[in-house]
């Protein structure tokens, strides 16, 4: 088992920016994909960006390309989102998950955290 806990969310204006963290305990952090999701209401959960087991390879959903950047620190079991640039269309849920695979199908993700919420108004 893989526990996950997300922080870093809250209320910015657009063009501000945040820094989501996510935290594990449990199995190994370092064999397992960490990719961030997220949902926005009335809407499907999508794929945001995932990072592979040991930071060196990133892959990043057209839509956030340039204003996000995913990184991790296997010492710490943490995994982090920094946002810039943000715009409304960002608002959602966003969720950290684990995978020992290395895709964006959110099927394919083993463990979830419990979601923070990113508002971004206009």
């Known amino acids: 088992q893989v526990q996950l806990v997300e922080s870093g969310g809250g209320l910015v204006q657009a063009g501000g920016s945040l820094r989501l963290s996510c935290a594990a305990s449990g199995r190994t952090f370092s064999n397992y994909v960490m990719g961030w999701f997220r949902q926005a209401p009335g809407k499907e959960r999508e794929f945001v960006v995932l990072?592979?087991?040991?930071?060196?390879?990133?892959y990043y959903v057209d839509a956030v390309k340039g204003r996000f950047t995913i990184s991790r620190d296997n010492a710490k079991n943490t995994v982090y989102l920094q946002m810039n640039s943000l715009k409304p269309e960002d608002t959602a849920v966003y969720y950290c998950?684990?995978?020992?695979?290395?895709?964006?199908?959110?099927?394919?993700?083993?463990?979830w955290g419990q979601g923070t919420q990113v508002t971004v108004s206009s």
């Open positions: 998950a684990a995978s020992p695979h290395t895709t964006s199908v959110s099927a394919r993700y083993d463990y």
């Open positions: 990072v592979g087991r040991s930071g060196d390879f990133t």
